[in-house]
């Protein structure tokens, strides 16, 4: 005699067999789908946050650089610019992907011709690091992102 006896109404009856498996499949069909597309959304929050890092550091940086003394010299301005950059599971900002430019670019250096009015300073050359894999499969390289910001000179009378 057996234990167990075979069954329709038997669990293992209900959950490999019949018609009742079928949500269970098309669940792990549609499972990666989600996946991916749930990641996506959230690397798409993660850019824009970047853009907005990257334009709120560049900003700080041109303001800082507008009450300057000396609008020629940048060094601290991408300290500055550096600093205020506060990226979300990327690479950090390097020195060499900010730009200060005096405009116009021609009063500072060994010919000062001109007058410097306003201050430029701009990122360039940021590449976002997404966490989906869509990159890789696709074979498609990361956007690479910029920002700029242009502020007016103080001292310029």
């Known amino acids: ?16 067999g019949g018609e009742s498996a079928g949500p269970i499949v098309e669940f792990a069909l549609i499972f990666p789908i989600l996946l991916v597309v749930i990641t ?42 550096v600093d205020a950059f506060v990226p979300v599971g990327g690479a950090a900002l390097t020195a060499s992907m900010v730009f200060v430019e005096p405009v116009p670019t ?5 010919n000062p011709v001109g007058r410097v009015e306003s201050i430029r300073v701009r990122i360039s050359g940021y590449t976002f690091t997404p966490i989906t894999p869509l990159y890789q499969i696709l074979s498609i390289s990361p956007p690479a992102l910029s920002a700029t910001a242009l502020f007016r000179w103080e001292l310029s009378s």
């Open 106 to 110: 021609t009063a500072c250096g060994n």
């Open 40 to 81: 996506g959304i959230i690397d798409l929050g993660r850019a824009y946050y970047t853009k907005n890092a990257l334009v709120s550091a560049v900003r700080e940086g041109a303001r800082f650089a507008s009450v300057q003394s000396n609008p020629c010299s940048s060094q601290n301005v991408v300290t500055r610019v």
């Open 1 to 16: 005699m057996r234990c167990f006896p075979r069954t329709k109404t038997g669990v293992l009856f209900r959950f490999l």
